[in-house]
């Protein structure tokens, strides 16, 4: 499977991805669920790396989520270590590879000083980039951004009368971020688990058993050829 297999009159211009299953991949190797995490690292920058071979302009991928905090504070903290340390090893080469580094999620107490401040300088760092926009959800839920949507609506005093869809959509993480055409999931779980809700409205989803670590830029390439072979519709009629 390469993009030469690909109709490039229908790449996606948005793909999102759920990456999940690293415990599983972990346990089934007996390893701790954290040497999954970590395993998932090449399978994020081979997905990068794919996504610039398709030429897509927006790839977005949720790396924690404001349901994940139930997790055993030992496994949250080394996430939280885990994506500092990320950033710090990998930004300079997502930046040499023209790509812009943005965050959706909340910023709250929860998340540490230093790994915000990391995520601050990732994004400032390669915020002149338009080869691909990485989107890296942190802290992020779907019902959490059109709540803080809702409060900025409130907060500004906008009248019930112009509240419209546009306007909700102007107060997401990300107003300049387009919805995404596809949504890929790993793992075998069929669910978005809090996952832009409100974007992913009319996405076309994808769902493979391979577990994230395993995944590579061959498996991005099949999710969009099952895309291409989808009829979107958007509730009216094709011929
Ligand atoms: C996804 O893998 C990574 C995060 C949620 C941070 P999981 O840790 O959910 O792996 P499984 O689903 O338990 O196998
Ligand atoms: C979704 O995976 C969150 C991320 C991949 C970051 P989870 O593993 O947290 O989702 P559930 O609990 O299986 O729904
Ligand atoms: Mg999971």
């Not at 007996?30 to 790396?49: N, Q």
């Not at 990732?122 to 803080?148: K, M, P």
């Amino acid at each position: 499977m390469s993009v030469a297999d690909l109709d490039p009159s229908r790449i996606p211009r948005h793909i999102a991805a759920v990456m999940d299953g690293n415990g599983r991949w972990a346990q089934r190797r007996g390893l701790k669920r954290t040497e999954g995490h970590a395993a998932g690292e090449e399978a994020l920058f081979d997905t990068v790396e794919g996504a610039l071979e398709l030429g897509i302009d927006w790839l977005t991928v949720y790396a924690f989520s404001t349901e994940n905090w139930r997790r055993p504070r030992d496994e949250v903290r080394y996430l939280m270590g885990f994506n500092e340390s990320l950033l710090v090893r990998r930004r300079d080469e997502l930046n040499e590879r023209g790509v812009r580094i943005r965050f959706v999620g909340r910023r709250d107490w929860r998340v540490p000083k230093r790994l915000l401040r990391r995520m601050d300088e990732s994004i400032e760092l390669t915020r002149d980039n338009r080869t691909l926009t990485l989107t890296i959800a942190f802290n992020y839920g779907g019902r959490a951004e059109i709540v803080d949507a809702v409060r900025a609506l409130v907060a500004e005093g906008v009248p019930a009368d112009k509240i419209d869809e546009r306007a909700i959509a102007r107060r997401l993480y990300d107003p300049e971020m387009p919805d995404p055409d596809l949504v890929v999931r790993t793992s075998g779980e069929y669910r978005l688990s809090n996952f832009l809700l409100w974007e992913a409205a009319y996405s076309e989803l994808v769902f493979t058993d391979v577990l994230w670590p395993d995944f590579r830029r061959e498996h991005l390439f099949a999710a969009v050829r099952q895309f291409q072979e989808r009829d979107r519709r958007f509730g009216g009629l094709n011929e």
